[in-house]
């Protein structure tokens, strides 16, 4: 199948500068334009912006405490709806088969879950395998484990190290690793209720900085091409700027990224004691290579938070709204919380939406801050068209700014901020940085030999309409999304790593799991065919 | 062997599926009862969504109670390993399903590695209403009782609760003061309850007591499911619809209402008018009685007793693969096939069915 879309503006940083030019696609393949071939089935989309299909790196889409917050919120579907809602999708459940419908119509083709805990993986990838048309990718969580505590606090080799890291992300098929307060869900266990970067888990002796450290140390040393994916500690609380800026000061010239760095964006200024940092880390940020950072922007209206950071969500649970919330203590890196939570216009929730948008427009490096929601931790996913608007219009951020409250946008450097995303910007930022981070070298770009997957939108006034609808979406070259309605359904597949295990290692978990939960390890694995879909899973290579 | 039968005549799988897809197709409001592995119940939600209806367990009412503490209260939850590896303390609410009683005895056998590692001791909370723990498997941990004379559970834990925060009650507990000194020692205390003997009233009291515990120390629950099956449907079926069972489909956009959408009622009320019975089960059939016409996928050598169409299938972990919930583990696990046989899955059939039906339409699984 040879299809052709002509007089596109076609926006793709990575293989030159924006210009109208036509797009082939040979059997879910870009291709070169193909001289004297007709095509079997040719687009018109002139007067439509063409770029790659875009990818989230951050998403709470699938697994166990996004389906438990669906069990504690039958009723909080109304609030993952599209905005506005006079849309024919607007008694849409919070199933796995609307988020991927969503995400394609808005020309999103790759999705990150990025908090797998490894003994639930298999609930994870079954429905992960539910969420059609897009790819999808998850990242084990690592770091609150006693099997790794263990090891550091037993001072193990780092060889020993790997081989764990290389055994977890292997059996429960992940594209990366990630650390969430690393060491607090095993401190709160013992009943330790704040945890800092030098704080250290009690038993163990170990502090979250060499728990961190340890595992960006690893992920580097195995060619995991995500750099290691890291929620800091203190997360929401007034003064955690100093949290996060000490976390970016520790990557000590190796790569690490930061997730939703908006909620660790707060100072302890003003008279509420709560105020914006965002200059300063958006600072911190330019001035260190190592560091890439998602936003996880607040939106304001209903929404759940989910998280692993289980301490983190028991000192918020005062905060939830509706007054119902699940508190789980996991095994090792399982568990976490699930908090409604409503953000209102009011003071706090004026500075953390700006709070958002400064990071977005300080740090001046495309390839270096990522589009995120943390959703549904700061909004739905819903979301994002109107967040591509007020990222491309100051005058939409103004408009905005006269509904929130003065003074805490006084204690922000928003109103001073004019600068405007353009497209190529929000090409990088959300097609070919991702791409590149996650180390997915066939998507992100239209160049000759990436995957077809390919996203056009109908240039017009309203940015926000623009990227709500798209005007056609292909994934692997089907055409998945037609003026922004779906066409058809398709299986994508889940990304992952596949390093070797260790047969030692292997041997070792076998033993450990026997000893400590009773039960051989066949219990916690599982073949690919347990997902019952053909081809579940697909390999992305380690850096050699 | 017969596989398939219309009425009580054995046929060809071809002619039972393609009567049974007469039934479907023509069918004005057709309710599912579903009692199977993942695979099972993701196809039989999946043809629900094309068909529209509604969807309920075999033991709705008992799921409903379960699920009712989550979306009316929440609460504080940990897992069987935490339980194992953590807890010195370990206080039984209710009666727990023998099925579990081996998971308990594992517990009895170990002893804690991870928090205080002291040797574990065992209480249980009961009501006047409460069977006695006289199980063999249960016998050697020597729970100790904790209750009130003629209180029902629910009052038990009301009381408990006022007196653990020193508030003064009418009612006085047995072994009260052991108990109190128990929690002080203990630094991860767990509460182990099933849906099944707790209503959600009393459920909400125990996480409200354990709410208070956590305010100073640490403490929470394991949740046993009545039915392992039954919580691993409701999980599939939280992602497939974004709902609990107990979901209906209104212009195919799921719904979720308990009452509404109960399936034994609605046939009752004769608001449906094809019931598609899916269990495999063993010697499970379906409830007799009403007026609509029943389509049977079961576990069986012989035709369901009133059913217009008789499907047998396999059960996941016995005759062929498949992922169900376990709580040993308190998450899914691979099962594999302990004796493989000619029987088809739940999955294969309603595939089959799927793709039979008249007109495109998009099936899920
Ligand atoms: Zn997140």
């Known amino acids: ?544 | 062997m017969s596989v398939a039968w219309i009425g009580s005549q054995p046929v060809s799988l071809t002619d039972a599926i393609q009567n049974a897809v007469k039934l479907l197709a023509s069918s004005r409001c057709p309710v599912f009862s579903l009692d199977t592995d993942v695979h099972g119940t993701r196809s039989a939600i999946a043809l629900a969504t094309i068909l529209g209806g509604a969807y309920d367990h075999t033991m709705g009412r008992l799921l409903a109670n379960e699920i009712a503490l989550i979306t009316d209260h929440g609460g504080m939850f940990t897992t069987p390993g935490e339980v194992r590896r953590r807890s010195s303390l370990i206080v039984l609410v209710g009666e727990v399903p023998v099925f579990h009683h081996e998971l308990l005895q594992t517990w009895a056998n170990s002893k804690p590695d991870l928090g205080d590692k002291h040797s574990r001791h065992w209480f249980h909370v009961a009501g006047a209403e409460t069977n006695s723990l006289d199980s063999k498997l249960l016998r050697p941990m020597k729970a100790v009782p904790v209750g009130g004379e003629n209180l029902s559970l629910n009052a038990t834990l009301a009381v408990l609760r006022a007196q653990l925060q020193n508030r003064q009650t009418v009612s006085t507990l047995s072994n009260i003061d052991r108990f109190k000194s128990a929690l002080t020692a203990a630094q991860f205390p767990v509460f182990v309850f099933s849906g099944g003997s707790v209503e959600t009233a009393g459920l909400v009291m125990l996480q409200d007591l354990i709410a208070d515990l956590n305010k100073k120390g640490r403490a929470s629950s394991l949740f046993l499911p009545a039915d392992d099956d039954a919580w691993g449907s409701a999980l599939t079926s939280l992602w497939m619809t974004g709902f609990p069972p107990r979901t209906g489909f209104i212009n195919s956009l799921p719904s979720y209402d308990p009452v509404r959408w109960d399936v034994q009622r609605m046939l009752r009320e004769k608001e449906a008018d094809l019931h598609v019975w899916v269990s495999t089960r063993e010697g499970e059939t379906s409830p007799k009685g009403g007026k609509a016409r029943l389509i049977s996928l079961s576990r069986t050598d012989a035709p369901t007793a009133g059913a217009m169409i008789t499907i047998a299938v396999g059960k996941a972990g016995i005759d062929h693969d498949g992922v169900a919930y376990s709580s040993r583990i308190g998450t899914f696990g691979f099962v594999q096939a302990m004796a493989p046989s000619h029987l088809p899955s739940v999955s294969n059939i309603i595939r089959q069915l799927a793709d039979a039906l008249p007109g495109k339409k998009e099936f899920a699984c």
């Not at chain 1, 307060?181 to 704040?194: I, L, W």
């Not at chain 1, 066939?442 to 940015?463: C, E, N, P, S, T």
């Open chain 1, 1 to 544: 199948m040879l299809i052709r879309l002509s007089g596109g503006e076609v926006i793709d940083p990575v293989n030159g500068k924006t210009s109208q030019r036509d797009v082939w696609i040979r059997d879910g393949v870009l291709i070169d334009i193909p001289e004297g071939e007709t095509a079997d089935q040719t687009h018109n989309v002139s007067g439509c912006i063409v770029m790659a299909g875009a990818i989230d790196i951050h998403s709470h889409i699938g697994g166990g405490n996004v389906n438990t917050a669906r069990l504690l919120l039958p009723e909080y579907h109304a609030a993952h709806q599209p905005r506005p809602t006079n849309t024919p999708l607007s008694n849409a459940g919070w199933s796995t088969f609307r988020t991927g419908c969503l995400y394609a119509q808005m020309g999103f083709t790759t999705v990150v879950e990025p908090a797998m805990a490894p003994y639930t993986a298999l609930h994870t990838h079954l429905e992960l395998a539910d969420i059609p048309i897009i790819d999808k990718a998850t990242l084990a969580i690592l770091g609150n484990d006693d099997f790794t505590l263990s090891l550091l606090r037993d001072g193990k080799s780092s060889a020993m190290i790997d081989d764990y890291v290389a055994w977890v992300v292997g059996s429960t098929r992940a594209l990366g690793v990630k650390v969430i307060n690393a060491g607090a869900a095993a401190a709160f266990k013992e009943n330790v209720r704040s945890f800092s970067l030098d704080d250290v888990v009690p038993e163990y002796g170990v502090s979250s900085r060499k728990i961190v450290k340890s595992m960006q140390a690893s992920v580097t040393r195995l060619g995991i091409p995500h750099p290691l994916h890291v929620h800091a500690n203190n997360l929401g609380i007034a003064g955690s700027a100093n949290t996060a800026a000490a976390t970016i000061a520790a990557t000590e010239g190796v790569p690490l990224h930061l997730a939703h760095l908006q909620f660790y964006g707060y100072g302890t200024e003003g008279k509420r004691k709560f105020s914006s940092e965002a200059a300063r880390l958006a600072e911190a940020v330019n001035s260190n290579p190592d560091v890439t950072i998602d936003i996880g922007q607040v939106m304001f209206g209903q929404t759940v938070t989910i998280s692993s950071d289980v301490m983190r969500q028991f000192a918020a649970l005062g905060n939830a709204s509706p007054k119902k919330t699940v508190i789980f203590d996991g095994d090792g890196n399982g568990g976490g919380g699930i908090v409604p939570y409503r953000y209102k216009q009011d003071y706090y929730g004026s500075i953390q939406w700006a709070v958002g948008l400064e990071l977005f427009l300080l740090v001046t490096d495309p390839w270096r801050v990522f589009f995120t929601t943390d959703h549904p931790n700061g909004a739905p996913f819903t979301a994002y068209p109107e967040l591509f608007e007020l990222l491309m219009s100051s005058a939409a951020r103004d408009a905005k700014c006269t509904e929130l409250n003065a003074s805490a946008l006084e204690l922000t450097t928003l109103a001073s901020i004019r600068r405007e995303y353009n497209l190529e910007e929000i090409a990088i930022m959300t097609r070919a940085a991702p791409a590149k981070l996650l180390g997915l070298k066939d998507r992100g770009h239209l160049g000759a030999g990436a995957i077809a997957d390919v996203a056009v939108y109908r240039k017009g006034k309203d940015i926000a309409k623009m990227f709500r609808e798209a005007a056609l979406v292909f994934k692997n070259g089907d055409l998945v999304v037609k003026n922004g309605k779906v066409m058809h359904y398709r299986w994508g597949k889940t990304l992952r790593l596949n390093p070797p295990p260790d047969k030692a290692m292997a041997k070792r978990m076998n033993a450990y799991h026997e000893e400590r939960y009773g039960l051989s390890l066949d219990w916690f694995t599982f073949p690919d065919s347990a997902i019952q879909r053909d081809e579940p899973f697909a390999e992305v290579s380690c850096n050699s």
